[in-house]
Nanobody, 120 residues
Framework: VQLVESGGGLVQPGGSLGLSCVAS????????MGWYRQLPGKQRELVAT???????NYADSVKGRFTISRDNAKNTVYLQMNSLKPEDTAVYYC???????????????WGQGTQVTVSS
């Protein structure tokens, strides 16, 4: 399973940015999908996750500003980020829990990361 992110970049404080991530390869099923982020010198932290049925979970720091969604038919997860703050600056990683075949358990997969910089 490969995850490819797109949509990162530079945005001013208060601005908006959207990320997307497509899963491809040998996929039998995808369970949770989500986004994590990592600041320099810090551990990777949860941003938001979403189940196949659409149940979501957000970090307190992004609630009310970020919205996660997914298109199960396209194996794609999105993250709409509004009211961005300088402290949102990080490398954002796409995540999914997926099974490649019915005979194997789910494994975690990660994208390569995309830089989001919030600065004036």
């Amino acid at each position: 399973v490969q995850l490819v992110e797109s949509g990162g970049g530079l945005v001013q404080p208060g601005g908006s940015l959207g990320l997307s991530c497509v899963a491809s390869g040998s996929i039998f099923s995808i369970n949770a999908m989500g986004w994590y982020r990592q600041l320099p010198g810090k551990q990777r932290e949860l941003v938001a996750t979403i189940t196949p049925s659409g149940s979501t979970n957000y970090a307190d720091s992004v609630k009310g500003r970020f919205t996660i969604s997914r298109d199960n038919a396209k194996n794609t997860v999105y993250l709409q980020m509004n009211s961005l703050k300088p402290e949102d600056t990080a490398v954002y990683y796409c995540y999914c829990s997926a099974r490649e075949r019915i005979s194997v358990p789910s494994s975690a997969y990660w994208g390569q990361g995309t830089q989001v910089t919030v600065s004036s």
